[in-house]
């Protein structure tokens, strides 16, 4: 079956990290732009961070730079996001969403909600929670 799929979320205290997974069920994510995006209670889908498996380029949002990193690993199967000195709004549940390349113009339009309608795949979610 072709799908993403999230792992990694919990609870964790302010401050702690957390390493959130996606891992690609059924095909490669050579040739896709890969972008994380939360959705907090009450809000709307925001962008946080997004990569580009063909030359790595990253983008991260302001309210996360310097505290979160996405990486992929070299089989291109799977994109992680380290998320460090989390803070309470960061409480949200985080999705992880691909797009072929070829349709993508920035890193930096991923992330921007551009293409939230018309990703390729959508994983389903993993929840974050930062409490004390």
């Known amino acids: 079956q072709v799908q993403l799929v999230e792992s990694g979320g919990g609870l964790v205290q302010p401050g702690g990290s957390l390493r959130l997974s996606c891992a690609a069920s059924?095909?490669?994510?050579?040739?896709?732009?890969i972008g994380w995006f939360r959705q907090a209670p009450g809000k709307e889908r925001e962008g946080v961070s997004c990569i580009s498996s063909s030359d790595g380029s990253t983008y991260y949002a302001d309210s996360v730079k310097g505290r979160f990193t996405v990486t992929a690993d070299n089989a291109k199967t799977t994109v992680y996001l380290q998320l460090n000195s989390l803070k309470p709004e960061d409480t949200a549940v985080y999705y992880c969403?691909?797009?072929?390349?070829?349709?993508?113009?920035?890193?930096?339009?991923?992330?921007?909600?551009?293409?939230?309608?018309?990703?390729?795949?959508w994983g389903k979610g993993a929840l974050v929670t930062v409490s004390s």
């Open positions: 059924g095909f490669t994510l050579h040739y896709y732009f």
């Open positions: 969403a691909a797009k072929e390349s070829v349709w993508v113009t920035s890193v930096q339009a991923m992330c921007n909600m551009t293409y939230q309608y018309g990703m390729d795949y």
